[in-house]
T-cell receptor, first 116, second 114 residues
Framework: EAGVVQSPRYKIIEKKQPVAFWCNPI?????LYWYLQNLGQGPELLIR????????DSQLPKDRFSAERLKGVDSTLKIQPAELGDSAVYLC??????????????FGPGTRLTVL | AQSVAQPEDQVNVAEGNPLTVKCTYS??????LFWYVQYPNRGLQFLLK??????LVKGSYGFEAEFNKSQTSFHLKKPSALVSDSALYFC????????????FGRGTSLIVHP
């Protein structure tokens, strides 16, 4: 069974440019998460989807970040415009979505963003 | 607000020796606790979780963790370390009645020396 797929794996952009990350969750997983991981830190949740509905997005900086999960499968996270402080690893995870806060999450390899 | 503390940035152990990676937590409500491992340039991989029941939880790759409610701890252990166990380990917590937003610790780098 394929795991969570993310692309690109690495992205280097200049500040003020837009950037987008794509995530394909494990087949059959209803819940999808986007995390931000800074160097030397644990992941911090940006947004959580249950199917196509964003149910936790309080930590998403909505002035520059946006996300969508059309048809409740793949998801895209966008930053426009990017700032130097956005340099980090962006992780996508998915879970079955059957047991809420006890769900096991499965993580993709992440996208490492460098903003110059 | 919930929180997780991993008091050691790095743990060094010789191959074949037992290892412990420490985690303490703070939540309102019943805690649900997780351990994940992260290898370089890889995403986090699930090791084990405590939901309810037996305080000793067994997981992947020979790892286990003990839930201690009175000490609010969930330390990760393995009886005999392997060089291949060298990686970054993250403890995470959610809580009953919460918002399903997990809180992760900062991570502990485990280095197993041959």
């Amino acid at each position: 069974e394929a795991g969570v797929v993310q692309s690109p794996r690495y992205k280097i952009i200049e500040k003020k440019q837009p950037v987008a990350f794509w995530c394909n969750p494990i087949s059959g997983h209803n819940t999808l998460y986007w995390y931000l991981q800074n160097l030397g830190q644990g992941p911090e949740l940006l947004i959580r989807y249950e199917n196509e509905e964003a149910v936790d997005d309080s930590q998403l900086p909505k002035d520059r970040f946006s996300a969508e999960r059309l048809k409740g499968v793949d998801s895209t996270l966008k930053i426009q415009p990017a700032e130097l402080g956005d340099s980090a690893v962006y992780l996508c995870a998915s879970s079955l979505g059957l047991s809420g806060d006890t769900d096991t999450q499965y993580f993709g390899p992440g996208t490492r963003l460098t903003v110059l | 607000a919930q929180s997780v503390a991993q008091p050691e940035d790095q743990v060094n152990v010789a191959e074949g020796n037992p290892l412990t990676v420490k985690c303490t937590y703070s939540v309102s409500g019943n805690p649900y606790l997780f351990w994940y491992v992260q290898y370089p340039n890889r995403g986090l991989q699930f090791l084990l979780k405590y939901i309810t029941g037996d305080n000793l939880v067994k997981g992947s790759y020979g790892f286990e963790a003990e839930f201690n409610k009175s000490q609010t701890s969930f330390h990760l252990k393995k009886p005999s370390a392997l060089v291949s166990d060298s990686a970054l380990y993250f403890c995470a917590v959610t809580a009953s009645g919460g918002s399903y937003i997990p809180t992760f610790g900062r991570g502990t780098s485990l280095i197993v020396h041959p």
